[in-house]
Nanobody, 126 residues
Framework: QVQLVESGGGLVQAGGSLRLSCAASGRTFSSYAMGWFRQAPGKEREFVAAISWSGGSTYYADSVKGRFTISRDNAKNTVYLQMNSLKPEDTAVYYC???????????????????WGQGTQVTVSS
C-alpha cells in the first residue's frame, strides 16, 4: 500500500511559478512510475506529466510541454512538478498518482494508476 500527500498548491498570477511536491509512504516508491494529473471544475481528470521509476524517462501533455518539469528524489520518496509560465487555464486540482507493480513504465492513462493523493488546488489569476 502506498499513501501519497501533495503540497505546494496555491494562488499565483499568470506568468508565475509553483512547485508541487508529492510525498509517498512505503519502501516500494522507488520502483513505481509516477504521474501528475489535474481536474478543473466540470472537466475530466487529465494527464499532465509522468516519470519512470528511475527518473530517466519523462512524458508531458502537449499543453504543458516546455513549461512544466516532473522530477523525483527516490531517497526522499518524493516526486515534484515544477510549473513555470502559468496560465489561467492551468487552474485545477492537481493529483499525484503511483502506478503499482514493480518497474512498470509510466503511462498517460489514469486508469493504469493504482494509488492517488488527495489533491492540491492551483489557481492562476489573469
Amino acid at each position: 500500500q502506498v499513501q501519497l500527500v501533495e503540497s505546494g498548491g496555491g494562488l499565483v498570477q499568470a506568468g508565475g511559478s509553483l512547485r508541487l511536491s508529492c510525498a509517498a509512504s512505503g519502501r516500494t516508491f522507488s520502483s513505481y512510475a509516477m504521474g501528475w494529473f489535474r481536474q478543473a471544475p466540470g472537466k475530466e481528470r487529465e494527464f499532465v506529466a509522468a516519470i519512470s521509476w528511475s527518473g530517466g524517462s519523462t512524458y508531458y501533455a502537449d499543453s504543458v510541454k516546455g513549461r512544466f518539469t516532473i522530477s523525483r528524489d527516490n531517497a526522499k520518496n518524493t516526486v515534484y512538478l515544477q510549473m513555470n509560465s502559468l496560465k489561467p487555464e492551468d487552474t485545477a486540482v492537481y493529483y499525484c498518482a503511483a502506478r503499482g507493480g514493480r518497474l512498470r513504465p509510466p503511462t498517460q492513462d489514469r486508469m493504469e494508476y493504482d494509488y492517488w493523493g488527495q489533491g492540491t488546488q492551483v489557481t492562476v489569476s489573469s
